[in-house]
């Protein structure tokens, strides 16, 4: 309860601040973006994030549940590392180092986001089945459950909410990261803040920080629904 | 019939855990897998449901090689149950105790009845717990429906290893006799792993003792206590090992039947004389259809002109037939008496067990031979 006040007063700032900026009359050095710019740049910043993310989903899920399999388990530590160093190189680094590799375009954007989004996924993928008490692994086997039926049953229902979990954090990060994917030729409102970096105006740039962070705010709640929403009664923590 | 014949198990790393053991399980006998930790119980009890594979040997069910039956097909018709019990978080009592049964296909509406029927035996409300979580349970409540579980499409033989392991004392000596009581009236055929002497004397028909791989001794609780067959034995099963048989052996089967007795009624006379042909310094007093009334001390009587009810004592304190003898010497320490009258649940005089009797059996449990000591298993 106390958690959904903060959240509803940081959001109400957040667009409050964003209505604001917007609304001002053109000043001298100032020209702020209209609605209209602010929707397009919004709209393009979700498609980045939601690109990037469905790819980490679709890469960090399957690799991060294969990794768990007892014949590739010997997989994990080198799998868990590479990515673990992937998200300990700054995000300004990762897009840096994109730029010259991939060249200046929306594709290389979506990867260097993708590459920093995949940790959170996999990892939380890996561990979701990991963390399993082995004792309910047993006893299903003893029980004459089938290895699928053991996967489908059991150890997918008890990962999942530990895999949503990992995604809301990912796709949180990602909203964040995706600011700076502008530098390499990506879309989105991380261009309103560039814009409010090259004319060293405050007010533009807290014209773009503060719907992203609204953005991210929204997600954050959204996922964190559908989470609790997909988690079993038996393994919520009352 | 579960049978074992010369298995043995040597881990990938070597480790020889099970070094070629056989014995059998005779159908509705609860067999007890006892021994310190690490010789090897848990992995001879994983075999026979081929959890763990057999490295050598084999182990048959009813004359069927277990090697050549189905792996999750022969599960299903063996209940497991474990220290950790392992119940799955996500589903409900109900969901967990169908486990089994789902997996075998049963009906919406059998596997409904079922689970009702196995909480009732465990002593669970169905209406209160079908529906609750395992983390709405408390540690005792989730190990019986852990068993109910094990329990569930109704198999005729069950692995349990150690299944009253992890809860307090208190709690878990209830759930032993509670399930002495369940398997009285479900005859199953079980293998059961503990390292608790015990809960080993309490619970099993046979009692398979284990040491680094090996089967040491194969008998029945009272056998073991009576006769261990080495040092080992003999240390393992503890030094108060007569007091633990006393707990085995029941009053019925030390008393000596159908005493002497005098009614109410009698002269002292009489009785002065029945004491002295039988040898006797007391002697039962009963009335209508033997039931007994107190007893009659040949101290007390001063004077033999009158009747039995002058002199008798009432109130004697007495054990019924199924107390142990634990309990009855007790009673008899209490009470500081050297003779216990036995009677059945109507209080009809059956016997009595006296001191002396019980310290002659206490002698002859700790004749290391075995020699002679009451059937009680059986
Ligand atoms: N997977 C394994 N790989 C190698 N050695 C093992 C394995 N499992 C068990 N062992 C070894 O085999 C021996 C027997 O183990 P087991 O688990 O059967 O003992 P236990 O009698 O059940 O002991 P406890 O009372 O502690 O449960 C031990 O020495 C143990 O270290
Ligand atoms: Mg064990």
């Excluded at chain 1, 991060?64 to 994990?76: M, S």
């Excluded at chain 1, 991939?102 to 561990?127: D, M």
């Excluded at chain 2, 069927?64 to 999750?72: R, W």
Aim: proline share 5%; aromatic share 6%; charged share 25%.
């Amino acid at each position: 309860m106390r958690r959904r006040i903060v959240l509803i007063t940081l959001l109400g700032i957040f667009i409050g601040v964003t209505v604001w900026i917007t609304q001002m009359d053109t000043l001298r050095y100032m020209h702020p973006k209209t609605y209209g710019d602010l929707a397009r740049q919004t709209w393009n910043h979700i498609k980045m994030v939601g690109i990037a993310e469905l790819l980490a989903i679709g890469v960090g899920v399957p690799l991060g549940v294969l990794v768990t399999r007892p014949g590739l388990k010997r997989f994990a530590t080198p799998v868990i590392g590479t990515a673990n160093v992937g998200q300990t190189i700054p995000s300004l680094a990762v897009v840096a180092i994109m730029a010259p590799i991939l060249g200046y375009r929306f594709e290389s954007a979506i990867i260097a986001l993708f590459i920093y989004s995949l940790l959170p996924v996999l990892r939380n993928s890996f561990t979701g089945i990991n963390d399993i008490d082995p004792a309910i692994i047993e006893s299903a086997k003893g029980m004459g459950m089938s290895r699928l039926q053991i996967a489908t049953k059991i150890e997918l229902p008890l990962a999942l909410p530990v895999i949503m979990a990992g995604i809301r954090t990912s796709t949180v990060i990602c909203v964040g990261t995706a600011t700076l994917a502008v530098l390499i030729g990506g879309e989105g409102l991380g261009k309103i803040i560039l814009a409010g970096l090259y004319t060293q105006i405050p007010l533009l740039i807290l014209q773009g920080a503060a719907p992203t962070a609204a953005l991210a705010v929204i997600l954050d709640t959204l996922l964190g629904g559908f989470e609790s929403w997909m988690t079993p009664r038996g393994l919520k923590k009352s | 019939m579960i049978t074992l014949e010369n298995v043995k198990k040597i881990y990938p790393d070597g480790t020889e855990a099970v070094k070629g053991i056989s014995f059998e399980v005779i159908d509705g006998n609860l067999c007890v897998l006892l021994g310190p930790s690490g010789c090897g119980k848990t992995t001879t009890m994983k075999m026979i449901n081929r959890l763990i594979p057999i490295t050598k040997g084999g182990i048959y069910i009813d004359d069927k090689d277990t090697k050549e039956m189905d792996e999750n097909e022969l599960r299903r018709n063996i209940g497991y149950a474990i220290q950790e019990i392992g119940l799955f978080p996500h589903m409900t009592v109900r969901e967990n105790i169908a486990t089994v049964p789902t997996l075998k296909d049963w009906d919406k509406e059998r596997k409904e009845k079922r689970a009702e029927e196995l909480l009732t035996l465990m002593g669970m409300d169905p209406d209160e717990f079908m529906e609750k979580y395992p983390t709405e349970l408390s540690g005792g409540q989730k190990q019986r429906v852990g068993v109910a579980r094990s329990l569930g499409a109704d198999p005729p033989i069950m692995l349990m290893d150690e299944p009253f392991g992890a809860i307090d004392p208190i709690t878990r000596d209830r759930l032993q006799d509670e399930f002495i009581n369940i398997q009285e009236e479900i005859q199953k055929t079980i293998v059961f792993v503990t390292h608790d002497i015990n809960e080993a004397i309490k619970m099993g028909d046979k009692v398979a003792l284990m040491k680094d791989g090996e089967l040491i001794q194969y008998s029945t609780p009272a056998e073991l206590l009576a006769a261990p067959k080495s040092r080992f034995v003999r240390d393992f099963v503890g030094s108060d090992r007569t007091l633990k048989s006393l707990r085995l052996m029941k009053v019925e089967d030390a008393m000596k039947k159908s005493p002497r007795a005098v009614r109410k009624d009698d002269d002292l006379s009489e009785v002065t004389s029945i004491m002295a042909e039988e040898d006797l310094t007391y002697l039962m007093v009963v009335e209508d259809g033997r039931r007994l009334k107190g007893w009659v001390n040949r101290q007390d009587i001063e004077d033999e002109s009158g009747v039995v009810a002058d002199v008798m004592s009432e109130d004697t304190g007495s054990a019924e037939l199924g107390t142990s003898l634990a309990e009855g010497l007790t009673v008899m320490l209490e009470r500081d008496v050297a003779n216990l009258p036995v009677v059945d649940e109507h209080g009809i005089l059956q016997g009595i067990v006296t001191f002396n009797d019980l310290q002659s059996l206490i002698g002859e449990t700790y004749t290391e031979r075995g020699g002679k000591h009451p059937e009680v298993t059986q």
